[in-house]
């Protein structure tokens, strides 16, 4: 007789093998659907897209000006005494701080990204891809995919959004494997 699966624990629901009865003297046993390895790795996959999710959250930009004028912007990688690690353009650079005139942290990616968006308007189309560039170029690829999914709520055949959405999403996977 099956149990109700209201009278199951979470963890009995999954652990339940019932018995079906095939006909007189005979019995087969079916097993949860989802093998404990497959249900492992969606633990772990979602695990690792929330990590991903939190380090974008962490990203910060920052601003160099060095003593020859040069000015140099990017993702502040890491600041330890009078050193400064900049990624820019993807390649990280260690600078010391002493050969810089002026060094300032202009703050967390994503609160930048909320202020551009407020002032960008729904049907602004072009704009709104612009900041998907913008946080593509700073690596906040999940924030990028969520704008860009709300833009093609707006225009569904924008190709421009379906194509940076097919990237969004591979660099998403490249990471995540």
Same mark, same amino acid.
């Given at each position: 007789? @099956?149990? @109700?699966?209201?009278?199951?624990?979470?963890?009995?629901?999954?652990?339940?093998?019932?018995?079906?009865? #095939?006909? @007189?003297? !005979?019995?087969?046993?079916?097993? +949860?659907?989802?093998?404990?390895?497959?249900? &492992?790795?969606?633990?772990?996959?979602?695990?690792?897209?929330?990590?991903?999710?939190?380090?974008?959250?962490?990203? %910060?930009?920052?601003?160099?000006?060095?003593?020859?004028?040069?000015?140099?912007?990017?993702?502040?990688? =890491?600041?330890?005494?009078? &050193?400064?690690? #900049?990624? %820019?353009?993807?390649?990280?650079?260690?600078?010391?701080?002493? $050969? =810089?005139?002026?060094?300032?942290?202009?703050?967390?990616?994503?609160?930048?990204?909320?202020?551009?968006?407020?002032?960008?308007?729904? +049907? $602004?189309?072009?704009?709104?891809?612009? *900041?998907?560039? /913008?946080?593509?170029?700073?690596?906040?690829?999940?924030?990028?995919?969520?704008? %860009? %999914? !709300?833009?093609?709520?707006?225009? @569904?055949? &924008? *190709?421009?959004?379906?194509?940076?959405?097919? /990237?969004?999403? !591979?660099?998403?996977?490249?990471?995540?494997?």
């Amino acid at each position: 007789m @099956p149990i @109700p699966m209201r009278m199951l624990s979470a963890a009995g629901a999954v652990m339940l093998v019932s018995i079906v009865a #095939i006909g @007189p003297g !005979s019995a087969q046993t079916a097993v +949860d659907p989802v093998p404990p390895t497959v249900r &492992n790795e969606q633990a772990a996959a979602r695990e690792a897209e929330a990590e991903m999710r939190r380090a974008e959250e962490e990203l %910060v930009e920052a601003r160099l000006v060095l003593r020859t004028g040069r000015s140099i912007e990017g993702l502040l990688v =890491a600041r330890e005494g009078r &050193n400064a690690t #900049i990624r %820019v353009q993807g390649k990280d650079t260690e600078f010391d701080l002493a $050969d =810089a005139v002026e060094f300032e942290e202009l703050g967390p990616v994503l609160e930048s990204f909320a202020a551009l968006r407020l002032a960008t308007p729904d +049907d $602004d189309v072009p704009g709104r891809l612009q *900041l998907v560039r /913008w946080l593509r170029d700073r690596g906040a690829y999940f924030a990028a995919l969520d704008e %860009v %999914v !709300s833009i093609i709520g707006v225009e @569904p055949y &924008n *190709l421009d959004a379906q194509e940076m959405r097919r /990237w969004l999403e !591979s660099q998403i996977q490249l990471k995540l494997a």
